[in-house]
């Protein structure tokens, strides 16, 4: 029924009371005194029309007017009807037919009567917990981020009836909450599930100015500040150079713990466990894993001419993520190397020449001349590929593996910061080098063949200081040198006379060398007794140092049963890793010195593939393997 008819019904109602007559179509009982005598009510009659129709007392009973009074009357109805006398009922219906505005008679409705929606509200007495004092938009400014929505306010949630929201409530008896307090609790639980990161926490403590160069006079507002900020991070991800990336950064800067103790390994059992994987799935297989020396960053690189900078934070969301993507056309990068100071990345192809990526400046430098003794020659350049090469830790030096020719093989050494040819280093053997590895205080490398013939060149000398050969050995494969050896004696460094008597160690302080072989036989010798004598003098010869000529392996390990293609010692020589991307899952650890292999890991469900990339923290308590599948696996190892 419309405000209209029920306010036409209450006014005929009123008037059929106090004039019957008028009812049935009749005048009233002043103008017509006949009608009046002749259709005159009786009190039975009266009576039942009171009954069923009421009277103008029980209206306003039943209206809730009865106990106001006059005035709060004359208010409800307006200033128009302050004189309405409660026992004559039509002065409401004249006065509501009176007035003319459309909003006084909406006014006077919605006092009189409401409609029942059955929801209750939200200002009603209900158990809605209080807003936090801390607000979603607090310090947002004038311009509110796109994901604040004014429309929260007016939500009601109820956390008792869902029975996945009942872990947002504080206390039991809680129930319906607002839209603000309701993405507040969300956020709060999501915190819980999925903690902040360490490096979020330290980098929010830091408040970073930025001067801003203004465009106009105009363009001082908070607005401006705030975009230049915005523009801040995103060249610190994204854009080149990245020398903000790895240098004014709070994020990627780990603080050394200086109550960290050297861990011992046991010979029996490791604990390991496997963290989040690094990055995506790459297109390609993984052909280099390579730390950063200084930050937790991990360089990944594939024959899909991807080199990738990956952030190490396992706790971060999402996970592990990518700093960096560089890619170059018809470039499939097969090696790649991190120079010591963290400045630099080396990347080597299939090509005659390779790349160095500056990561302070973030330029790309392409060398393509190296001027070998054999390149004054036509079509006798002994460097055509530079896809094996190795920097010194020292970071002075660049060994590229020359190509393999009749009787043996050359390596070349240049200056690793000005790319120019050094020395040259020549192995004497069949089909060439296997392999080499660098001296760990960077001033020589131990050269391998793959007939098992082996020298010791020293860089500062020019020369080969030592010779000697693999016994067990089928086909050298790789090497890797490890462990450190015990300071010499005072006495031993006052015997030598010549270029070498002055040098701590004449053949590198590495203790341990092991070379895998075609058979997957991994072989360990021991070099603590190596090289004790002292040189004859400034022309040193292949016999200045005392070596033997074939050395007894330590241990001889027989795990692997294809080609091994992987051997890496960690840094504080406890532990080696072998293994084999010819075979699913074909990897092993060593303890050294005990030489014991661990048993239970990888297990039979370890998901490592073929491997075709490993790589070990400074530290030693994180595992990288990269297979050919083109996924990155960490693990963590803790003793």
Not at 109 to 137: E, M, R, W, Y
Not at 355 to 370: E, H
Not at 614 to 619: C, G, I, R
Request: glycine residues 10%; hydrophobic residues 35%; charged residues 25%.
């Amino acid at each position: 029924m419309g405000r209209k008819a029920r306010a036409k019904a209450i006014g005929l109602t009123q008037q059929g009371v106090q004039n019957p007559g008028s009812k049935f179509g009749g005048a009233s009982t002043a103008s017509n005194p006949d009608h009046e005598s002749k259709y005159s009510k009786d009190a039975e009659e009266l009576g039942l029309e009171k009954l069923v129709f009421g009277d103008d007392v029980g209206f306003q009973a039943a209206l809730g007017l009865e106990d106001r009074g006059k005035e709060e009357i004359s208010d409800a109805l307006g200033d128009d009807t302050a004189g309405i006398d409660s026992e004559n009922g039509t002065e409401i219906q004249s006065d509501i037919e009176e007035i003319a505005d459309e909003d006084q008679k909406r006014a006077l409705i919605a006092k009189l009567f409401f409609i029942d929606t059955g929801l209750p509200s939200v200002n009603q007495q209900s158990p809605i917990a209080p807003k936090s004092s801390k607000n979603l938009d607090e310090n947002q400014g004038e311009n509110p981020p796109a994901w604040i929505d004014s429309e929260d306010e007016r939500i009601v949630v109820s956390l008792a009836s869902d029975t996945r929201l009942r872990k947002l409530r504080i206390s039991e008896e809680e129930d319906l909450v607002d839209g603000k307090e309701y993405i507040r609790r969300l956020q709060q639980q999501f915190e819980r599930l999925y903690p902040r990161p360490e490096w979020a926490k330290a980098s929010d403590g830091h408040t970073h100015r930025k001067k801003r160069r203004r465009t106009s006079e105009s363009g001082s507002s908070e607005d401006g500040e705030d975009s230049d900020a915005m523009s801040m991070d995103l060249d610190n991800l994204s854009s080149q150079p990245l020398s903000k990336l790895l240098q004014s950064t709070d994020t990627l800067i780990q603080a050394p713990d200086t109550n960290q103790t050297s861990r011992k390994l046991r010979p029996d059992n490791l604990d390991i466990q496997r963290t989040k994987d690094v990055g995506g799935i790459q297109p390609s297989a993984i052909t280099s894993l390579i730390f950063h020396p200084s930050h937790p960053i991990l360089l990944s690189t594939g024959l899909s001419a991807l080199a990738t900078l990956h952030h190490l934070s396992p706790a971060s969301t999402p996970s592990n993520p990518t700093l960096h993507t560089l890619h170059i056309r018809k470039f499939p990068i097969h090696a790649a190397a991190v120079h010591p100071s963290g400045d630099a990345i080396y990347l080597a192809s299939r090509r005659r020449y390779f790349m160095i990526w500056s990561l302070a400046t973030g330029k790309i430098q392409r060398v393509t001349r190296i001027n070998t003794p054999s390149s004054a020659t036509p079509g006798a350049s002994d460097q055509r590929s530079c896809e094996r090469f190795k920097l010194s830790p020292c970071g002075r030096y660049m060994a590229l593996v020359g190509t393999a020719k009749k009787g043996g093989g050359v390596v070349n050494i240049l200056d690793a910061n000005t790319t120019q040819w050094i020395c040259q280093a020549r192995v004497e053997g069949r089909n060439g080098v296997a392999e080499i590895a660098w001296w760990s205080d960077g001033e020589g490398l131990l050269i391998v063949g793959k007939g098992g013939d082996a020298i010791e060149y020293c860089v500062r000398t020019r020369s080969v200081v030592a010779r000697w050969q693999d016994q067990g050995a089928v086909g050298i494969t790789t090497i890797a040198l490890g462990g450190r050896l015990p300071a010499p004696s005072m006495s031993s460094k006052k015997k030598g006379k010549g270029k070498l008597a002055d040098v701590e160690y004449p053949l590198g302080p590495n203790r341990w060398v092991a070379l895998g072989s075609q058979s997957g036989i991994v072989t360990l010798y021991d070099r603590s007794g190596w090289g004790s004598s002292s040189p004859k003098g400034d022309n040193d010869s292949d016999d200045s140092l005392s070596v033997p000529a074939h050395p007894t392996p330590k241990k001889t390990l027989e795990h692997l049963t294809t080609p091994t293609s992987h051997l890496l010692f960690a840094e504080d020589g406890q532990m080696l890793v072998m293994a084999s991307r010819w075979k699913k899952d074909a990897l092993r650890l060593v303890h050294i010195p005990s030489f014991t292999v661990y048993s239970r890991w990888p297990a039979s469900g370890t998901p490592l593939g073929r491997i075709s990339a490993v790589a070990l923290s400074k530290d030693g308590g994180k595992l990288v393997v990269g297979n050919e599948a083109g996924k990155v696996r960490m693990w963590d190892i803790r003793g």
